[in-house]
Nanobody, 130 residues
Framework: QVQLVESGGGLVQAGDSLRLSCAAS????????MGWFRQAPGKEREFVAA????????YYTDSVKDRFTISRDNAKNTVYLEMNSLKPGDAAVYYC???????????????????????WGQGTQVTVSS
């Protein structure tokens, strides 16, 4: 059974940083791309960042480029999201997800679609005060 467990969320001030972690189990982690999505109250779940299974390809939504960095440690079965210069607009529940297809070389369009992921974590809350 695949399990994804996020951690690292919290309450910060605008301009601060946070690092989210997502520990995966139940699947050969190193063979699957991983994604981070977020959902604010009353809004759709939206793509934030993704990383391919090799760790080389990374993808970001425009609003977080140059502020957020996604990375993975296959030895620890963990994916990270380093978030810098946080803004109130970044506040949301952040979810990690694992891609449904092993060794996928899909591009941004593939990794940005929530429907390409088949397991999700429970989410971690990020709150940013102005």
């Amino acid at each position: 059974q695949v399990q994804l467990v996020e951690s690292g969320g919290g309450l910060v001030q605008a301009g601060d940083s946070l690092r989210l972690s997502c520990a995966a189990s139940g699947r050969t982690f190193s063979s699957y791309g991983m994604g981070w999505f977020r959902q604010a109250p009353g809004k759709e779940r939206e793509f934030v960042a993704a990383i391919g299974w090799t760790g080389i390809a990374t993808y970001y939504t425009d609003s977080v480029k140059d502020r957020f960095t996604i990375s993975r440690d296959n030895a620890k079965n963990t994916v990270y999201l380093e978030m810098n210069s946080l803004k109130p607009g970044d506040a949301a529940v952040y979810y990690c997800a694992i891609h449904a297809r092993a060794r996928s070389y899909g591009g941004l369009r593939d990794f940005a679609s929530r429907y390409e992921y088949d397991y999700w974590g429970q989410g971690t809350q990020v709150t940013v005060s102005s």
